[in-house]
């Protein structure tokens, strides 16, 4: 166990697996515990020298038991746990703008039109027509998540399975499942696109609906270039993202890698077929949503797929928030309440009956950006070509 817990300390590339880097600091969350670089790479040595053995864990349990040790060893879990949340970016941000809110109140996002087309000519001493404003807004507020994990004293004792030692990745894994989800369900619904975000008055549906492909990818881009701000001028957009459910993976990268794609020409007398280099990859990115069949559990979850222009280019489609100071995931661990005064055994656990409990928590929420104007950074197709 130990050496697990080692082996995941020293391979948290989210840190540049540096001890220095990893310990060269407090702990983020775990109260207000001050623990130097040099007690850190202490406690950490501890957990290298215990052995897979009884007595080796044993010794390691009384010496966390007679110093700052058992404080420290929580410092250790926290960093593991942000390790491994910060491990791998998630793909939600490639097409979802992310925010910081600072607290639990409704926050609004506030959007202008008006005043931006082309400008009318003057004839000499002509008035100056005013133009139009006119501002919208979306709103929404950021919504506690968590979770706790209870273990006995003897679970610990026979932990064979290793529970304690992944309590980190377990958390974290959950923390980034939750964030996946929660941005999946902004833009998919249990048919699919969801109904709120994709509509036919938005002319943000590609037409027929068609099923994945480099004529219908073509289309799509299409709908997506003709759209038009308050004004009726053209939104530029130079980067996309397609987003796809797994089962979309395979036909998604034989068309963005494809070294060149073939185009009939009809402009002619005669029909002709042009080779043409793949643009496609160099303006589309590609991101696979596990969630998307999860979320759509009616129908088109496996066939349906978007594209996202740049969340940083304009007005974004959704978004994403996290309270301010806690963009991560919290995590802590319960207090001892008891101590040894005689005997063998340790005095980490609860006193009325010997459990041990960490607990998660994480704050976020978001939005579809549908009232200022964020339907028309994003098309959709359900993919059944009806």
Same mark, same amino acid.
């Given at each position: +166990?130990?050496? #697990?817990?080692?082996?995941?300390?020293? %391979?948290?590339?989210?840190?540049?697996?540096?001890?220095?880097?990893?310990?060269?600091?407090?702990?983020?969350?775990?109260?207000? $515990?001050?623990?130097? /670089?040099?007690?850190? *790479?202490?406690?950490?040595?501890?957990?290298?020298?215990?052995? #897979?053995?009884?007595?080796? *864990? @044993?010794?390691?349990?009384?010496?966390?038991?007679?110093?700052?040790?058992?404080?420290?060893?929580?410092?250790?879990?926290?960093?593991?746990?942000?390790?491994?949340? @910060?491990?791998?970016?998630?793909?939600?941000? +490639?097409?979802?703008?992310?925010?910081?809110?600072?607290?639990? &109140?409704?926050?609004?996002?506030?959007a202008v039109d008006g005043a931006e087309s082309t400008l009318p000519p003057l004839k000499e001493r002509g008035e100056y027509r005013?133009? /139009?404003?006119?501002?919208?807004?979306?709103?929404?507020?950021?919504?506690?998540?968590?979770?706790?994990?209870?273990?006995?004293?003897?679970?610990?004792?026979?932990?064979?399975?290793?529970?304690?030692?992944?309590?980190?990745? &377990?958390?974290?894994?959950?923390?980034? @499942?939750?964030? *996946?989800?929660?941005?999946?369900?902004?833009?998919?619904? #249990?048919?699919?696109?969801?109904?709120?975000?994709?509509?036919?008055?938005? #002319?943000?549906?590609?037409?027929?609906? /068609?099923?994945?492909?480099?004529?219908?990818?073509?289309?799509? *881009?299409?709908?997506?270039?003709?759209?038009?701000?308050?004004?009726?001028?053209?939104?530029?957009?130079?980067?996309?993202?397609?987003?796809? /459910?797994?089962?979309?993976?395979? !036909?998604?990268?034989?068309?963005?890698?494809?070294?060149?794609?073939?185009?009939?020409?009809?402009?002619?007398?005669?029909?002709? @077929?042009?080779?043409?280099?793949?643009? +496609?990859?160099?303006?589309?990115?590609?991101?696979?949503? %596990?969630?998307?069949?999860?979320?759509?559990?009616?129908?088109?979850?496996?066939?349906?797929?978007?594209?996202?222009?740049?969340?940083?280019?304009? &007005?974004?489609?959704?978004? +994403?928030?996290?309270?301010?100071?806690?963009?991560?995931? %919290?995590?802590?661990?319960?207090?001892?309440?008891?101590?040894?005064?005689?005997?063998?055994?340790?005095?980490?656990? %609860? $006193?009325?009956?010997?459990?041990?409990?960490?607990?998660?928590?994480?704050?976020?929420?978001? !939005?579809?950006?549908?009232?200022?104007?964020?339907?028309?950074?994003t098309v959709a197709s359900n993919g059944s070509g009806a």
């Amino acid at each position: +166990m130990a050496e #697990k817990i080692l082996e995941a300390v020293e %391979s948290l590339r989210a840190e540049e697996a540096s001890i220095q880097n990893l310990f060269g600091g407090l702990g983020t969350k775990l109260g207000t $515990f001050k623990a130097s /670089p040099q007690q850190l *790479m202490e406690a950490q040595g501890l957990i290298a020298g215990a052995q #897979k053995t009884r007595r080796g *864990m @044993r010794l390691m349990e009384e010496a966390l038991t007679t110093s700052d040790f058992p404080l420290l060893f929580a410092d250790i879990l926290d960093r593991t746990l942000l390790g491994y949340y @910060r491990e791998t970016t998630p793909t939600w941000q +490639m097409y979802c703008h992310r925010s910081t809110v600072p607290d639990f &109140r409704n926050v609004k996002r506030f959007a202008v039109d008006g005043a931006e087309s082309t400008l009318p000519p003057l004839k000499e001493r002509g008035e100056y027509r005013e133009a /139009p404003l006119q501002d919208k807004k979306d709103e929404y507020a950021v919504t506690k998540f968590g979770r706790r994990i209870d273990l006995s004293w003897e679970t610990l004792i026979d932990d064979d399975l290793d529970a304690f030692t992944r309590t980190p990745e &377990r958390l974290a894994r959950a923390a980034r @499942r939750s964030e *996946m989800k929660f941005a999946t369900e902004l833009f998919v619904g #249990k048919k699919g696109p969801h109904e709120k975000l994709y509509k036919t008055s938005f #002319k943000n549906v590609v037409t027929g609906n /068609p099923a994945l492909s480099i004529e219908a990818l073509q289309q799509a *881009m299409l709908v997506m270039a003709e759209m038009k701000d308050f004004d009726g001028e053209p939104i530029n957009i130079d980067a996309i993202t397609l987003v796809v /459910p797994p089962a979309l993976k395979v !036909t998604a990268k034989n068309i963005l890698n494809a070294q060149q794609i073939w185009v009939n020409n009809e402009g002619g007398t005669e029909k002709q @077929r042009l080779i043409a280099e793949n643009w +496609m990859k160099n303006e589309v990115t590609l991101a696979v949503e %596990s969630y998307i069949p999860i979320v759509a559990t009616e129908e088109h979850g496996s066939t349906s797929w978007f594209l996202f222009a740049s969340p940083g280019e304009g &007005r974004p489609a959704i978004e +994403m928030g996290f309270l301010r100071g806690y963009e991560d995931p %919290s995590l802590y661990e319960r207090a001892p309440t008891s101590r040894r005064i005689g005997g063998g055994g340790d005095a980490l656990e %609860s $006193f009325d009956d010997d459990s041990y409990a960490w607990r998660i928590r994480h704050v976020l929420g978001g !939005t579809r950006l549908v009232e200022t104007g964020g339907f028309k950074a994003t098309v959709a197709s359900n993919g059944s070509g009806a």
